[in-house]
């Protein structure tokens, strides 16, 4: 009986034997087809490898029952790796020593199941077939076959911050990213639905390799586009104007637009970008000038960021889709440093200005500062006198913080206490949803209650003229000739004020 099994255990050896197909070269960054095509049977490849090299093998069933069973051995045999994983199965590894990377290929499950299958392998640290790519740039509709990744390779610095962003273009495929370093030790990565993304401060200098790929099962074939930025030193960067409306487009799938803006430590930087054709939903992102992720605001139509920051130098701003990453469309991009706003209007108390909001996410900067004693509470009124746009006004003190805004369908009134002497910066533009356009007049005036407490704080009125501040708001009439009445006080008022 034993003699019996020790044949049949011989005759199924020399069967595994018999097949184990000839070694077939592959090189980084190649994919090939398969097929396990009878039980028992092995599939064996070679890739050259140097010392130290980390290679990515990935072998991916496009059809069949097979489950992919993998082994990698290294060139001095003393590690072997040996993976199964349906419908994919996914490694990596480090040589030791120069020469001949084996790679086998068989069923995992029993031994005796068939099917194709994909077999791609990269050396991480000095990829084949791959693309280079720069900061700031967005390469459209890369190819992603089942089991492979598409390889790009990219220079940095120790402490870049380097942002990596994958969407789906075509097909069905989940993006999957992968950051390698220079040595090719995997230092991050990320998968989603329709857009991937990865940002990282790096460690080392040199050139790194970016993998994308499948992410779902690495089945799912369709091309990928990939934006990628070092936001410490940006590549491909406007400059910001404040005060002003740039405009640009997101054209692609993955695109992100690139601004710098320079600030002082304790500025508030404002911005606001809206959609002005297409599908696109606004997104804005702000990082410091280390690179360091700040803050991000999104909208459909329409969305804001406003930050204190604090330090100075030149801050990034990235603006994009927030939908998904595949929407696409016309931008209007407005920012201002609302500490020291630029590009601004003076207001004059009593002045009347007529300017427009031309454009969606257009917004006008007007400054005004408060006389040295008297009245605290100011009026601001925006009144649209063409065109859809629904009047917005906002107050921001010497600071940048928000001291009042006002909304309307036709006329908006603000009204605010202010303080003597300082300085304040206003913004007007579309209440609505930001995209309005239209005409509109700009007027501030005090409020006549505090103009009447100011003289009365002068010594020219009684205490008892200025106690029912309702009634004086209302009073509009000319003054009475016969007797010193309400009517009286705010005519000496208006007039004290030049009004």
Partial sequence: MFRALAKIVTVLALIGAWNVHAQTRIDAGDVLSGAISSPLQTNAYTLSAQAGDVITVRVCRTSGEMWPRLVVRDPASTTAYDVTQIPTVDLQCTTPISGLIRINVSDGFSGTATGEYAIYAQVNNRPGKSTAISAGQTLAAQAIAPGAFAAFSIPAQAGDVLVCRATQSTGNVWPLIRLHDPTGCLVDSASGTVTAEVS?????????????????????????????????????????????????????????????????????????????????????RLYDPNGVFLQQEGSSLTTELTRAVGTTGSYTLLVGDAFNGTYTGQYNLFTQTLTHPANAGELGVGARISDNIGAPGVMRTYTLTMPPSGPTTLALRMTRTGGSLWPMIRLYDAYGNKWAEAISTNSAMLTAVAQPSRAYTVLVGDGFNGTCTGDYDLTWNFTVPDIVIALRAAGGLSKTTTDDLTRLNRVTDAPSTSRIDYQDVVFLARAAWGL
């Fill in 200 to 284: 990282r401060t790096l460690s080392n200098t040199g050139m790194y390799t970016v993998l994308v790929g499948d992410g779902f099962n690495g089945t799912f074939p369709g091309t990928v586009s990939l934006f990628v930025q070092q936001t410490n030193r940006p590549g491909a960067v406007s400059a910001a104007a404040p005060g002003l409306t740039g405009f640009g487009s997101i054209d692609g799938p993955a695109v992100m637009r690139t601004f710098s803006i320079e600030a002082e430590r304790g500025e508030v930087i404002f911005a606001r970008m809206a959609r002005s054709s297409g599908n696109v939903w606004p997104l804005i």
